[in-house]
């Protein structure tokens, strides 16, 4: 290597706009190669995976119905990372929001009022904060480490969905396929486009994004959130009370994932199934991530993330390759974005090339510490 | 319950418990180490499918082993070089690399999804494969499991009575006093985090050579994340991961055994258990902080920079 990776005197404000960029055009490359090698035109994956499925006003208002849910869990992600509080849950309070919202559903299957929506959407909102709530009470009363306890989480309420699914949920006439009955049509989330199935979960999420970024940047309890993820003694010195944080931060963005969940199974799917959840859970991970942990960003990666799901299906359909493609360029992505955050705090000099004077005295100042 | 049904449960538990044996060992080196890799799903995948892709090419299983066992290897590099060289965070990190192995893994063995090959055979072992109930469940099994038998010996053997698990030991605890005292530190880590990376590949190769000798999209099925569990559930100890994985390979085929017996219970209801009981543990240690202090690698998922 010519190069050695070299500390910058101070963050470069240019590279963190950047870098989710590079981070984009450096997996375009490597799936490009990854395409030539296995002798598919890259040109005809992409123009199927990006282009293809928004050329009709119809292709926009599915992108609409994959990006709902996976704005609204990274709104209540980024909420968690602020704090480095590491919910890698979205997954589980997605299904089990889904799944208790699903069996609220299940009970006014042949209510036709408008106000069905409210216990409904309640159900999984509440199911959803429960199922975060269980990790903000091990981490809080026995300091039981999240991260773990959550992935634990994401398989006990899939497994509580399949349980569900094939037993006390299942459809009696449904001819013992797994699947629940299908709801009621006043269960779901009101259709906002006529003949299309882009329902009002797409304008909850931007609300939703809006609602978290006013939190963090113009409330008391924003900055408390953001100096608890930016320096933990700190904030304990501060007096700001760490339990409070990660209760709110974790029933927040438990709640955001268990509406998404409700509303994707009430309103698109329509009914319970197995597999309720085509991973949205970890994707918002992803999107919370490639949105810079800003809320206005996740509003632009979140349809770039839905735009891969919309693409996968349709290289899937017309290309016959796999689904998992969406997963690759994901995978790709999310290492990207963590690489190129290099660039942001660091940079790339030539080894022949000497520190430049200003950063002297910077290296004297740490030497001192 | 008579004594054939124990004998064939004993037998069954061990090979289902073979892959999460595996898997579990190499993530517990390399949380030794100090590195938590949640990649242990992405890794076990491309091990499986390399495995059964050069395996059905060549004809020859031992070449798919160690093509299966290289490829999880060279994914954990991949982990390796972003987290330690690029500073990435590593929950995050290892997330990307499941993400990305689940994705690459269905794209590479699409076109072989479906075909059959010749795996790996159960060698009875003379004499030792008669004895009553033992014999069955540890003498008649495929190659792979007795690897899996050695290797744990070995690491056994390495992480309590030798040198160099001490020094794995120390870079996990403290990662600047192993710096202080000389030790290099990025490398040894490298090293853990390769090692976890082969055996993650080889839990992959024996899901798709030996336990059924085919390729399915995402095949794992949530093993990387039980082998991930499992490290915890035993607190960091190799015999108790042994006994650990047994209890979880029998946890995923108690439904099977009760359906034997005549009752009925969802298979759902107890796959999950164990995640359920990795909870209690994790709860019953990190309340007891000398507990902590005494069984996690004290420096677990915490960056550390060459120029630190």
């Known amino acids: 290597m010519n190069f050695k990776i070299e ?13 989710p960029f590079i981070a984009i055009g450096a997996t375009l490359v490597i799936t490009t190669l990854f395409f030539l090698a296995l002798n598919k035109s890259p040109l005809e994956v992409f123009y199927n995976f990006f282009i293809a499925p928004v050329q009709d006003l119809y292709g926009v208002s599915e992108l609409a119905v994959k990006v709902a849910p996976l704005m609204l869990i990274a709104a209540g992600l980024l909420i968690c990372y602020k704090a480095n509080i590491w919910n890698i849950g979205a997954e589980g309070q997605f299904i089990f929001g889904g799944l208790i919202g699903g069996w609220a559903g299940l009970q006014f299957l042949d209510v036709n009022s408008p106000w069905v929506l409210v216990p409904v959407m309640l159900a999984g909102v509440v199911a959803g904060a429960a199922w975060a709530g269980i990790a903000a009470f091990l981490k809080t009363v026995f300091n039981t480490n999240e991260i773990l306890t959550t992935i634990m989480l994401n398989y006990v309420a899939l497994n509580l969905l399949n349980f569900a699914v094939h037993g006390p949920l299942r459809d009696p006439a449904g001819f013992n396929f797994p699947e629940s009955a299908m709801f009621n049509s006043s269960a779901a989330m009101p259709i906002i486009w006529q003949d299309t ?10 609300i939703a994004c809006i609602g978290v970024w006013f939190i963090l940047s113009r409330m008391h309890l924003g900055f408390r959130i953001r100096v608890r993820g930016a320096d933990e003694h700190a904030a304990r010195f501060a007096g700001f009370n760490a339990k409070a944080i990660t209760w709110f931060c974790l029933l927040i963005s438990g709640a955001l994932a268990g509406l998404a969940g409700v509303i994707e199974v009430t309103g698109p799917i329509g009914q319970l199934t197995p597999s309720i959840s085509p991973g949205y859970g970890y994707a918002a991970i992803i999107v919370a991530f490639l949105g810079r942990l800003h809320p206005i960003g996740i509003i632009f990666s979140a349809t770039l993330m839905g735009l891969l799901y919309l693409g996968g299906e349709l290289v899937q359909m017309f290309l016959g390759l796999p689904m998992a493609l969406t997963s690759l360029f994901q995978g790709l992505l999310l290492l990207f974005i963590l690489a190129g955050d290099l660039l942001i705090t660091h940079r790339f000099v030539p080894k022949w090339k000497k520190p430049k004077a200003d950063e002297v005295p910077n290296a004297l100042a740490e030497g001192a510490k | 319950m008579d004594m054939e049904l124990i004998t064939n449960i004993l037998f069954a538990m061990v090979r289902t418990a073979t892959p999460l044996l595996l898997v579990a060992l190499g993530e517990l080196i390399c949380e030794k180490s100090g590195v938590l890799n949640l990649g242990q799903e992405g890794m076990m995948l491309m091990g499986a499918v390399l495995g059964f892709i050069v395996t059905t090419l060549t004809g020859n299983v031992y070449v798919g082993v160690l093509v299966g066992v290289f490829g999880g290897m060279m994914m954990a590099l991949l982990f390796g070089f972003s987290v330690q060289i690029l500073n990435t965070n590593q929950v995050a990190t290892g997330l990307a690399l499941t993400i990305f192995g689940t994705g690459l893994s269905a794209f ?9 090959i010749d795996g790996f055979h159960s060698i009875n072992i003379p004499v030792l494969s008669s004895i009553p109930i033992i014999g069955k469940m540890l003498f008649t099994h495929d190659l792979l499991v007795y690897l899996s038998f050695a290797l744990f010996g070995g690491i056994y053997w390495f992480v309590y009575k030798s040198r160099a698990g001490l020094k794995l030991k120390a870079v996990g605890e403290n990662p600047h006093a192993a710096k202080a005292l000389g030790l290099p530190v990025i490398q040894i880590r490298f090293m853990a985090i390769a090692f976890g990376g082969a055996m993650a590949g080889l839990a992959g190769v024996y899901l798709s050579l030996a336990y059924t000798p085919l390729w399915v999209e995402n095949m794992t099925a949530g093993k990387g994340w039980i082998g991930l569990a499992l490290v915890v559930f035993a607190t960091w100890r190799p015999e108790r991961i042994l006994i650990g994985a047994w209890l979880f390979g029998l946890a995923s085929i108690l439904h099977l055994v009760i359906q034997g017996l005549g009752f009925e219970i969802s298979p759902s209801l107890l796959a999950m258990l164990p995640y359920l009981v990795t909870i209690v543990v994790l709860v019953m240690l990190s309340r007891d902080p000398i507990k902590q202090k005494l069984f996690t690698p004290a420096s677990l998922g915490k960056p550390f920079r060459a120029g630190d």
């Open chain 1, 7 to 19: 500390k910058r005197a101070e963050a470069s404000e240019l590279m963190r706009w950047l870098s």
């Open chain 1, 197 to 206: 199935r882009m329902h009002l979960g797409i304008i909850i999420a931007v």
């Open chain 2, 108 to 116: 590479l063995g699409y076109s072989f999804v479906g075909q059959s």
